[in-house]
């Protein structure tokens, strides 16, 4: 049997129970896909949800919206600024930002861009199939390390304690999470691979909500990027799951 047919068959023989293992999972968006706005200008006192879908409709015209969120702090009145995200990227946030000082049902909203940090995408989670798992750990450890060297600093390699079927490659390096999703579709010794992100720790789509609830106005005010103060910076690595067969930072 050739490498190309070892793939191929192996490939196929592991695709039902990569499925099975994936199927709440999806890739998540890039962080350049990604768009997202601090809002302000709306009264502490108003009820949290009539804010929230005061502003999801009032934005809605900028591009799909992912998430609104405006926190409630321990006096039970909301923080003074609220958090949309988008899917489309930098047109997004250029849309919202034509909308700031425009009327949000009797008050003013102020839009200011809300980027992530310029290293959230060095560590995302991937999850990678297709090559052919017939060859000894030692020959698929050098495979992938040449064929993802690319994409950073290889750290270490490791397979899943009850499979060669799975393995951990860890990297590290500045845009790593665009390097490794462009190895989607790659050939790696004659075999085709499918790489899925679905974890990066610094990107995401929905504001983090559980660890702001209940802060102290003085401490959110002091904070004003809460979401940097609750989650720190993870070191900076790329954790991608090598599999063959198909799973997703």
Known sequence: MSPTEGCATKGMSLLTLNERETTTKRSKPRKRDIGRIRVKGFSIDLPRDDVES??????????????VCVHVLTDNLLSDRGFIYFLGGQGTVDKA???SGTDVGGWNVIVEPYPFLENADWDPVA???GYDTGLGKTEIKRMLFNHFSSCGQI???EFHNSTIGVASVYLYGEGA???VLDLDG???GGCKILVKHIITNGIYTVHPRRRHYGWPRNFADKHENLSQVMIPATPNMVLIVICFSVCSL
């Open 54 to 67: 005061a502003l999801r409709k009032h934005f809605s015209s900028c591009g799909e919206i992912t998430d």
């Open 177 to 179: 999470e665009d390097k």
């Open 155 to 157: 750290m270490d390699i």
């Open 97 to 99: 930002m034509q909308l």
């Open 186 to 188: 790659s050939y790696m």
């Open 127 to 129: 999850f990678v199939q």
